[in-house]
């Protein structure tokens, strides 16, 4: 049983640019959740998603958007980057009966340049 | 604002001590709280969950404590590895609310 995955690895943008990482959760989780974690410091959460809508969002402005298709993989799309966009971007998934066993995937190393 | 803190930022101790992990929150009112384990590119493995009503939890070498009232928690784990070595987390969820608030983590080393 796959666990939750994330794509890319590693990503390095340019400021300005626009970025989309993906998320797929682990099977039979219908809910995603995406975190930004700066370097030396805990993850901040972004938002959630369960049934394709937006379910919860933290304090992140409108440039930070994401999506969730009909199979809950989700997407988390950042535009206009800048510099202090760069993090390690984790997705969770859980089941939305069962929030607090929430299941983390490796994450996604961006780096703006 | 909830605040969550973790000290020490780093810690490095001999195999086969027993240590504590210290995280603190400024708002008792939490529904739970987590510790976790972090391993680069690993992501994020949850330890232990221990719900407000409940004073501890223990799995294998490791044991989570919590006082609401004094807005602490501890891990303790016995005789260290150096497998344990990893960075740790603890995070707190308030009452009707779903995100996680995170500390900072400690960044432990155990050394051969």
């Known amino acids: 049983d796959a666990g939750v995955t994330q794509s890319p690895t590693h990503l390095i943008k340019t400021r300005g640019q626009q970025v989309t990482l993906r998320c797929s959760p682990k099977?039979?989780?219908?809910?995603v959740s995406w975190y930004q974690q700066a370097l030396g410091q805990g993850p901040q959460f972004i938002f959630q998603?369960?049934?394709?809508?937006?379910?919860q969002r933290g304090n992140f402005p409108d440039r930070f958007s994401g999506h969730q298709f009909p199979n809950y993989s989700s997407e988390l799309n950042v535009n206009a980057l800048l510099l202090g966009d760069s993090a390690l971007y984790l997705c969770?998934?859980?089941?939305?009966?069962?929030?607090?066993?929430?299941?983390f995937g490796p994450g996604t190393r961006l780096t703006v340049t | 604002k909830q605040e969550v803190t973790q000290i020490p930022a780093a810690l490095s101790v001999p195999e086969g001590e027993n240590l504590v992990l210290n995280c603190s929150f400024t708002?008792?009112?939490?529904?739970?709280l987590q510790w976790f384990r972090q391993d680069p590119g690993k992501g994020l493995t949850s330890l232990l969950l221990?719900?407000?009503s409940q004073r501890e939890q223990t799995s294998g070498r490791l044991n989570a404590s919590l006082d609401k009232s004094s807005g602490r928690s501890t891990l303790y784990i016995a005789a260290s590895q150096p497998g344990d070595s990893a960075t740790y987390l603890c995070?707190?969820?308030?009452?009707?609310?779903?995100?996680?608030?995170w500390g900072a983590g400690t960044k432990l080393i155990i050394k051969p």
């Open positions: 969770a998934s859980s089941l939305v009966s069962v929030q607090y066993e929430q299941y």
């Open positions: 099977s039979g989780h219908d809910t």
């Open positions: 998603y369960y049934e394709e809508e937006e379910r």
């Open positions: 708002d008792s009112a939490i529904y739970n």
């Open positions: 221990i719900q407000s």
């Open positions: 995070a707190v969820r308030m009452d009707s609310n779903y995100q996680l608030i």
